[in-house]
């Protein structure tokens, strides 16, 4: 079975998983943490729990301690996403509260002794540094979209990297040069793509890289995402 490592299930008007993906659905807010909770106990699908960068620009930190005790109140298979994003401001202001909410959501995971969901839009050497300083190993860059020379200090330090459905140069790269061991795939549904299904289309891309069988791709992306999230609980 393919595992979509990352996708948003409370996002959907009409939810409909195909019965060959199990997914793993990420909140980003207070309120998206709360939908996912609810709909990963209905559904029997983990669920991951964090407070992104995006969220404190628009919403900002007020009430930033209710939200980390709700999540510490559930059971989250990892904290995120969670991380920098230089995309949608470059106020100082807002860019420092990004930094004290990924120490905050760092420190969070490292007391639920959970691994890392990383958001870095246009801040992966950012983010990355941080985790060296820190000696955080357990973390995936999902949506990774940096260079293959940074995509290897990564994986060198313990991380994996999350391939979605969209063609890059610097994905290709990627693909073709980091061992498949260090791989799992997203379908970001429905941002990045429109429904889970399309997470087939990283597989493919993978596998035409690669030179491998789909099914060789589905089955080690899948033994990596359930290793990283330890999803033995969930996953039959």
């Not at 190993?137 to 979209?145: A, I, L, Q």
Request: hydrophobic share 40%; net charge negative.
């Amino acid at each position: 079975m393919i595992i979509d490592s990352h996708c948003h299930l409370d996002s959907f008007e009409i939810l409909n998983i195909p019965k060959d993906i199990f997914p793993i659905t990420s909140g980003y807010s207070h309120d998206s943490n709360v939908k996912n909770v609810e709909i990963g106990k209905k559904l029997k699908v983990p669920y991951t729990l964090g407070i992104a960068p995006q969220t404190s620009i628009r919403e900002g930190l007020d009430v930033l301690d209710r939200w980390i005790d709700f999540i510490k109140s559930q059971s989250p298979v990892a904290i995120g996403e969670i991380g920098l994003d230089f995309h949608w401001t470059n106020e100082e202001t807002k860019i420092k509260e990004e930094y004290f909410l990924f120490d905050k959501m760092i420190t969070l995971a490292e007391e639920m002794n959970l691994p890392i969901v990383i958001h870095s839009r246009k801040a992966e050497k950012e983010v990355f540094e941080i985790l060296k300083q820190k000696n955080i190993r357990n973390f995936v860059m999902h949506c990774y979209s940096g260079d293959y020379s940074l995509a290897e200090e990564i994986t060198s330090f313990g991380g994996l990297i999350s391939i979605p459905p969209i063609h890059s140069k610097n994905r290709k790269e990627v693909i073709e040069k980091i061992p498949l061991k260090y791989l799992i795939v997203e379908s970001d549904a429905p941002y990045i793509v429109k429904n889970i299904a399309e997470v087939k289309k990283a597989i493919d891309y993978i596998s035409d890289v690669k030179k491998l069988s789909f099914d060789e791709v589905v089955e080690k992306t899948s033994e990596n995402t359930i290793n990283f999230f330890k999803l033995e609980g969930f996953y039959v």
